[in-house]
């Protein structure tokens, strides 16, 4: 009678554990959903455009945009992380399927980048990690926050003027995937600056999106 009145009470205690876990979980799950959208009222609500009729201004699709206007906002400005890209492992494998599009109403993309490919995060032995703007992670932001619009990651260890490469519509979920496997194969480097993948993945992606509004030339949207 005692043992089985022991095993009841441990099944109560490990219920509660659960329960009380599930909803730490649950309420910081809540919190980080509030701070996100508290993050992205306050993002547009202080957006202030340049007046310069630029062509993110003027809504021009991406696929038809000249992007020469807005290099000179990042320059001498950086897109890195922190350091030198010789500190970092470049090449990764794609822990997913890439998918390229050259619409985004299209149904297939062009081409796919498969899953277990060896890419390269940066195309030139001296440029900085996400200093290839346009190009891999540091894609241009859409009008609409699922997408963005770059260059292809290329599959060899070459130095390329990623200006040069063609550009297409690609998916930021695919690219944080990707930015959080970069991470991982660079973790030591990259911990002490970002605590998560996650957190990486979010900086690497959007410092295009940072640098535009900072220059008021272009509020990105939010996931």
């Known amino acids: 009678m005692r043992k089985k009145l022991w095993k009841i009470i441990l099944l109560i205690f490990i219920v509660i554990v659960m329960s009380s876990f599930a909803w730490i979980r649950y309420k910081d799950y809540l919190d980080k959903k ?6 992205r009222e306050k993002w547009e609500k202080n957006f202030r455009d340049n007046k310069k009729q630029e062509p993110y201004s003027l809504g021009i ?24 890209s010789l500190s970092y492992t470049k090449s990764i494998i794609l822990p997913c399927d890439v ?6 109403d299209d149904q297939d993309p062009i081409f796919i980048l498969k899953k277990g490919t060896k890419i390269f995060v940066t195309t ?16 241009w932001p859409d009008y609409e926050s699922e997408w963005r619009y770059g260059s292809p990651f290329i599959t060899e260890d070459v130095a390329i003027d990623t200006l040069e490469l063609p550009m297409y519509y690609v998916k930021l979920k695919q690219l944080k995937q990707v930015a959080k496997a970069f991470y991982k194969a660079n973790t ?14 979010d900086y690497i992606t959007r410092r295009i999106d940072e640098l535009l509004y900072f220059y008021g030339a272009f509020c990105a949207p939010i996931e």
């Open 188 to 201: 030591m480097l990259l911990r002490g600056y970002y605590r998560t993948p996650s957190e990486f993945a």
């Open 34 to 39: 509030e701070d996100k959208e508290e993050y």
């Open 61 to 84: 699709p991406l696929d038809e945009m000249d992007f020469d206007v807005y290099y000179d906002y990042f320059f001498p400005q950086t897109i890195a992380p922190i350091g030198s």
């Open 99 to 104: 998918e390229y599009y050259n619409s985004k």
């Open 124 to 139: 030139d032995s001296n440029a900085i990690i996400g200093d290839n703007i346009g190009y891999g992670l540091a894609c």
